[in-house]
């Protein structure tokens, strides 16, 4: 079982930065898939950022260039910094861990960017 705690979400102004936190209660240390996605109200969850099983960060294209993924195994934590936010990237935050068969979300985080 891994418990997964969203931390760093707020409000910024657009061109500003976040950095969000992902800190992992139990093992990361084998993982299929580890990192974020965003959802707003009345979308589906949307894909933002993630290490692959063989370390590879992957970046959905409208982020690439302005997030970078990265991650501490032994704080269990992965860190999403978030640079030249647009009002568009207003959100809630979801870490997301795959150990198959299993599937863990934290509880999401709000990130506000305004214009």
């Known amino acids: 079982q891994v418990q997964l705690v969203e931390s760093g979400g707020g409000l910024v102004q657009a061109g500003g930065s976040l950095r969000l936190s992902c800190a992992a209660a139990g093992s990361i240390s084998s993982f299929n898939f580890m990192g974020w996605y965003r959802q707003t109200p009345g979308e589906q969850r949307e894909f933002v950022a993630g290490f692959s099983s063989d370390g590879k960060a992957n970046y959905a294209d409208s982020m690439k260039g302005r997030f970078a993924i990265s991650r501490d195994n032994a704080k269990n934590t992965v860190y999403l910094q978030m640079n030249s936010l647009k009002p568009e990237d207003t959100a809630v935050y979801y870490c997301?861990?795959?150990?198959?068969?299993?599937?863990?979300w934290g509880q999401g985080t709000q990130v506000t960017v305004s214009s």
């Open positions: 997301r861990v795959r150990k198959l068969p299993s599937d863990y």
